[in-house]
Each structure stands twice: as structure tokens, then as C-alpha cells.
């Protein structure tokens, strides 16, 4: 309460009525008469946006407006004109720019304290696990099925709640996902969708320039009203608040108002809710060890967790990278293998050709290490990994997370790394 004058100097009919409501008058004093919102830690909560077009746009307008303080944005496409009619935040002269730095630029101009960072590039071979940690919250603008299963898998992996959101003409549909044993994304997905996955994988060779990217209708004010429903579940998640559309879907009809809720249920088969017993923060850069390393600190963690290993000849110690990672590519018409270590998906059609018969070659992937693996000498960098990932170590029944937090400050850029301040 800050004032210049206490209540008392002034007689009582002088007392301004806004000052009886709230003397810290400031550009957030309307939030403070709701009475569970807590402006502070708003401004304390870190918001992991996936998607900086239609609906990106939307949730960063909106988590300025709201004064959330720590947003990272993550895209890897840039600005073309047809995005201009749906996205609040680019102007014309935008054109090639790219989406994540022009949209969260034009977020800290509407919220000029928020401390915010881009990425450009694609989350699913490029953004560490990290980040996905940092967040209280991920909120999801994409447009495919590929990103969404990503965002679900590296989100139960590390404990993060996230919202997701789609639009379609006049439809949208908003949905939550809690970390745990509840339905998640992937429990959501029915045949037709892991047809769809699996077309996308059958070419993921192939980065997504060579994909032609869905082309949904979509408009500014479907955008709008589902970017504002995932903004209030995040509000509302962020407070602590019950009644989140947890295991929900929320599908908005904009045609004929017929909008109701969906409640999925849990598929048994689902592979994506194994936790991890634990995290460590190594404060290792991922390009400043090995994966040698990495696998005797899994080691020591696996015995600082006191649970009793046993020493079960068949357990192994295996360090997961969590994505698939190309390590040779062969050429059969030549009958030659060339080392070449990248993660799945961000290799290019030009780098897969044959640099001499200029033939298609075919990848041997890996996606974890033993004791006697052969390249323990590497380091995740080296492999392709993203700064600021996260390994999963193995022995027998046990899994934990080794956290290469070195990088975070590299990554997290222009916000503070180093804030203390527990939000939830
Ligand atoms: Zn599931
Ligand atoms: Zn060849």
C-alpha cells in the first residue's frame, strides 16, 4: 500500500473512493477485485507458448495483457502475408520476419515488464526438455498432430500441465492435459489420427519444408475467443483454481451455438505417462560432457535415490536421448556408410542424398547408449540434441532425468535465469 498521504490526513468526505477500493492504483488494479487473483505471482509465472501464428498471437496478446512476466515462444516459420488478417500482433511490413521474435517483440509492447525470449526453430528435433520444466504451464497454438504428441509426451515427462488449442472456421476445441495418470493427448487419438502420424512419419526424412503444411480455414475471431479460453485455463491453473478442463474438451460452435464438453477416458495401452522417478539438475552443457559421462552420473543419481538397487545381472545402465537420432546414412548403390549424427526429422532432403550417385540413402537410427555403446566418447551436442534437453537414464524398473541445465541461460536468453521465485 503505497500512498503519499495516509488516510487519516485527509478528512473523510476528501477520500478519493478508488483509494477505499485499492491505493496501489496500477495498470493491473481491475484484476485485484477479483478475489482470488494474485497479480504477483502472475507476474512470477513462466508460460511456455508452442505456436506463434493465429493462435500464438492470440496467447501472447493476452498473457501481456494479463501481466503473466516470464513467456517464451516458440515457432519456426516465418511471417507471409496471409498471416496478416489473423494475427494481432504482425503489421505490414512484417512479411518474412519471424513469427516467435515479431510476436513476442509486440507482446512487450503491450506489456513492456514481461520478460520474454523466442525461439525459432521446430520443438520436436530443436527445443531442449527442458524449457517444458521451466514452464508452469505450456500453452499450445499448432496446427498438427506430431507437435501436439511431442508437446504431451516432453510435458508428462517433466511434470508440466499444458493446454491445448485448435481452430477451425467457425469451430474450436480447447482442452487440458494434467501431468499424472489421467487421459492425456495420446489417449485421445483414435485410428484415423495414428494413420495420420504415421503418413508424417513415413517421411520424416524429409523436414517440413518439403511437407505441405495443412492448410486449415481458420479466422481472427475463432482465434480469439479459443486463444481466450486456453489463456483462462492457464489463469486458472496458475491460481490454483479448481474446475480446469482437465481430461476435457471444450468444443466451441461458433455456427449454430451448440457448444458442449467431452470427457475422455484413459486407454490403458497409452505409452506416454511413465514419469520420471526424478529430475537432476546437472548443471552440465550439453556440449561440455559426454554421454560416458552422463551414464556414470546416472550411476551416483541411481544410488543417491536409496531405493534399494539391486544388483540384478540382467539390469543394464542405458542413457535415452528421447528422440530418434539418425547416426549413419547408407548408400546402397555405392554400398557406403557415412557417419552423420542428426536428430530425426531435421535432416534435409539435399544432406539424405548420396553426395555421389546422388541416390536416396537410408539412416541407421539410434536412440540410446549402454556401457559398451561405441560412441560414449560424444557429447548429446555432438549427436544433435538440443541445448537444455533432458536424458532419461535406465536400470531395470527405475528411470530418471538428467537435466543438462548448463544451457539454460543460453537458452532462455533475455529472461533471468536465475529467479528464485516458486510459483507453484
Ligand atoms: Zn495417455
Ligand atoms: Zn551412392
Known sequence: MTTNKS?????????????????????????????????????????????????????????????????????????????????????????????????????????????????????????????????????????????????????????????????????????????????????????????????????????????????????????????????????????DLEGVLYSQAYVFDGLFHQSYTVNYSRNPECQSHEALDMIFETGLASSDTSLGELLELSKQAFEQLDVGIENNPENVYSLEFGRDIIESLHCANCEESQESFVVLGALTIETARCPKCDGERSPSLINHVTEDSPILEKSPAELGMPPWDILVARYGELSIGLELDGDKELVLGRIPANDDSEVL
Open 7 to 239: 488516510d487519516s490526513d485527509l478528512p473523510p468526505e476528501e477520500v478519493p473512493e478508488k483509494i477505499c477500493i485499492d491505493a496501489e492504483e496500477d495498470r493491473f488494479a481491475r484484476f485485484k477485485l477479483i478475489a482470488w487473483w494474485d497479480q504477483e505471482k502472475l507476474r512470477r509465472s513462466r508460460v511456455l507458448v508452442i505456436g506463434a501464428g493465429a493462435l500464438g498471437n492470440e496467447l501472447l496478446k493476452n498473457l501481456a495483457l494479463l501481466g503473466v512476466g516470464q513467456v517464451f515462444v516458440a515457432d519456426m516459420d516465418h511471417i507471409e502475408l496471409t498471416n496478416l488478417c489473423r494475427s494481432v500482433l504482425f503489421r505490414p511490413g512484417d512479411e518474412g520476419q519471424p513469427k516467435a521474435m515479431t510476436a513476442i517483440n509486440a507482446a512487450k509492447k503491450i506489456y513492456p515488464d514481461q520478460n520474454s525470449e523466442s525461439f525459432m526453430g521446430n520443438i520436436t528435433t530443436s527445443l531442449g526438455l527442458g524449457v517444458f520444466r521451466w514452464a508452469d504451464v505450456v500453452l499450445g497454438g499448432l496446427d498438427n498432430r506430431e507437435a501436439r504428441l511431442f508437446t504431451n509426451r516432453a510435458c508428462l515427462k517433466v511434470g508440466t500441465p499444458w493446454v491445448d488449442g485448435a481452430i477451425e472456421a467457425l469451430q474450436g476445441v480447447v482442452r487440458a492435459f494434467a501431468p499424472g495418470d489421467d487421459p492425456c493427448y495420446e489417449c485421445t487419438l483414435g485410428e484415423n489420427d495414428w494413420k495420420i502420424l504415421e503418413a508424417r512419419r513415413a517421411c520424416s526424412l524429409l523436414t517440413r519444408d518439403e511437407m505441405e503444411a495443412g492448410r486449415v480455414p481458420t479466422t481472427p475471431t475463432t482465434s480469439s475467443v479459443v486463444a481466450g479460453l486456453q489463456c483462462q485455463e492457464a489463469l486458472k491453473i496458475l491460481h
